[in-house]
């Protein structure tokens, strides 16, 4: 027997901004791999539609949400500068629900904001960081051509006063 499946994957919207707002405060009560905790978003709905707003409009910025049987299951986000001289940098966040861990969906979201990058005339690089004990994220990350550019000690902190070191990544865009 088969079971079928929709996964739909957008450009967030401002009015996506509570559902954002939800899905980023379970990946912080899901996961201690991000940067966000269980204080979660701070950032209100409408701090999250205007952020949202401005990714919209500048050429050097997306937020890839998506959808899998209409739940929020991800999101993928490319911010950049607007300074001209590292306006080609893209820094990547990306986030999936635990419930959709292990299951393609960090694969696909991060090859659509890769072809993204690739077809944009600003982004030439992609920036990340992730924990170096979050092996399963570094192995995705190298598959996809990121290499290790540094080692970032004390780069995250744990609540129970541990500190964790961060690899910082990129991937060159041709």
Same mark, same amino acid.
């Given at each position: ?15 996506? /901004? ?30 999250? /539609?205007?952020?949202? !707003?401005?990714? /919209? ?26 300074? $001209? ?12 629900? $635990? ?26 690089? +992609? ?21 290790? !550019?540094?080692?970032? $000690?004390?780069?995250?902190? +744990?609540?129970?006063? $541990? ?12």
């Amino acid at each position: 027997m088969s079971v079928e499946y929709d996964l739909l994957l957008r450009e967030a919207e401002a009015s996506d /901004a509570f559902i954002l707002i939800d899905f980023l405060n379970q990946i912080g009560q899901e996961s201690d791999y991000t940067t966000l905790d269980e204080t979660g978003m701070l950032m209100n709905p409408e701090q999250v /539609a205007a952020f949202l !707003e401005q990714q /919209a409009s500048l050429p050097n910025r997306i937020s890839i949400v998506a959808f899998f049987n209409e739940e929020l299951a991800g999101l993928v986000s490319i911010t950049a500068d607007r300074y $001209k001289r590292v306006a080609h940098i893209g820094d990547v966040f990306v986030a999936v629900k $635990k419930a959709f861990w292990n299951q393609g969906l960090g694969r696909i979201l991060m090859e659509e904001v890769i072809d993204w990058a690739t077809e944009s005339d600003i982004i030439r690089k +992609l920036a990340l960081s992730v924990q170096v004990r979050n092996k399963r994220a570094i192995h995705l990350y190298k598959s996809l051509g990121f290499e290790i !550019e540094g080692l970032q $000690k004390r780069g995250a902190y +744990l609540e129970e006063g $541990k500190f964790l070191d961060v690899y910082l990544m990129g991937k060159l865009i041709d």
